[in-house]
C-alpha cells in the first residue's frame, strides 16, 4: 500500500491509497491519519481510485478518518471507488454517507459486480 497525503490549493487535505489497504497495511495508514487531522483540515478528500482491495481493518479506518474529522466539524469524502472497494462500501451502505454528492451518482450508478457465487 502507498499512501500519498498532500494539501490543494483551496486548503483541503488529500489522501491517495494504492494497492490493498487490509490488516497488513492498516497500520501505516493510521499513523498518516493521525498526523493529518492533527493540523485539522476543514476538507479531506480520500482518493481510492487506485485501491484494489479492502478489508474490514481497512473500512474501520476509513471510518475512524471520517469520525475524526466530523468531531471537528470538517467534512470528508470518498472519491474513485470502484471494483471491490466499491462493492464493500456498497455492502456496509457507506457511499450513502461517505461518498460525495458529486460523485455518489456514479458510484451509485456504476454496474453492479457479480452476485454469482464462484
Same mark, same amino acid.
Given at each position: 500500500m502507498? !499512501?500519498?497525503?498532500s494539501t490543494k490549493e483551496s486548503g483541503a487535505a488529500r489522501i491517495a491509497i494504492e #494497492?490493498?489497504?487490509d490488516t497488513v497495511t492498516v #497500520? $501505516?495508514?493510521r499513523a498518516q491519519i493521525d498526523k493529518l487531522v492533527? @493540523?485539522?483540515p476543514k476538507r479531506v478528500e !480520500? $482518493?481510492?481510485? @487506485?485501491?484494489r482491495m479492502l478489508d474490514s481493518s481497512g473500512v474501520g479506518a476509513l471510518v475512524s478518518l471520517y469520525?475524526? !474529522?466530523?468531531g471537528y466539524s470538517g467534512g470528508v469524502v470518498m472519491i474513485g471507488l470502484r471494483r471491490q472497494p466499491l462493492a464493500i462500501f456498497r455492502l456496509l451502505r457507506l457511499e450513502r454517507v461517505m461518498v460525495g454528492t458529486e460523485l455518489s451518482a456514479s458510484a451509485t450508478s456504476a454496474p453492479k459486480e457479480s452476485s454469482s457465487n464462484h
Open positions: 502507498t !499512501v500519498t497525503i #494497492g490493498e489497504l #497500520g $501505516d495508514l492533527a @493540523n485539522e !480520500v $482518493d481510492l481510485s @487506485n485501491l469520525k475524526k !474529522v466530523r
